[in-house]
């Protein structure tokens, strides 16, 4: 009898072994993942200054414009949750199409080979942010399952493994910024 509770206690012990290194790496790809929408995020706040930049060269009259910009890439920095970041992304979304929108009514603007670099650099970016954040959401997606199926459900939230968070874009903010004329 003794040695079947001990057998009992060692299959336990191994099963909780190998179920806490499984959670931690999911845990770990789900950080690595985020790390890779910040790393996108981040490259698309860089190529706004320069945007702003170039449009107000042409339009330096739509001050209320690049002042909304630079407001929502500063709130979109700052956050920190992926929820903050999607609203904020949402905020900054809709200021980029108001500069995009005073920047069809300068057509030397528009036939301008830096515009229509930083265009493409814009265009390519947003490209590389869905992909991140579908990543992102796919590698939450099974951490989450992981942590929510039956037996892990049982030792998850004890051992410190609790439900991560998607990052959602919601309305406009869902379609990439259009940066073609």
Request: aromatic share 12%.
């Amino acid at each position: 009898m003794g040695w079947v509770i001990l057998a009992i206690l060692i299959i336990v012990g191994l099963y909780l072994v190998v179920l806490y290194n499984r959670l931690i790496t999911f845990r770990n790809r789900v950080e690595n993942a985020w790390a890779q929408v910040d790393v996108q995020l981040r490259r698309r706040y860089d190529l706004i200054p320069n945007l702003v930049e170039t449009v107000k060269g042409y339009a330096a009259h739509e001050r209320e414009v690049f002042e909304n910009v630079a407001r929502a890439r500063q709130a979109a920095i700052s956050a920190q949750s992926p929820q903050e970041k999607g609203q904020m992304e949402n905020q900054l979304t809709q200021a980029l199409r108001q500069l995009f929108a005073v920047a069809e009514a300068y057509p030397e603007l528009r036939a301008s080979e830096n515009f229509q670099n930083l265009q493409a650099q814009l265009a390519e970016t947003e490209n590389k942010i869905a992909y991140a954040r579908q990543f992102y959401n796919d590698t939450v997606f099974r951490y989450n399952t992981t942590i929510e199926k039956f037996p892990a459900n049982l030792f998850a939230r004890s051992l410190g493994f609790t439900k991560k968070e998607y990052f959602e874009v919601e309305g406009e903010g869902r379609e990439p910024v259009r940066v073609e004329f």
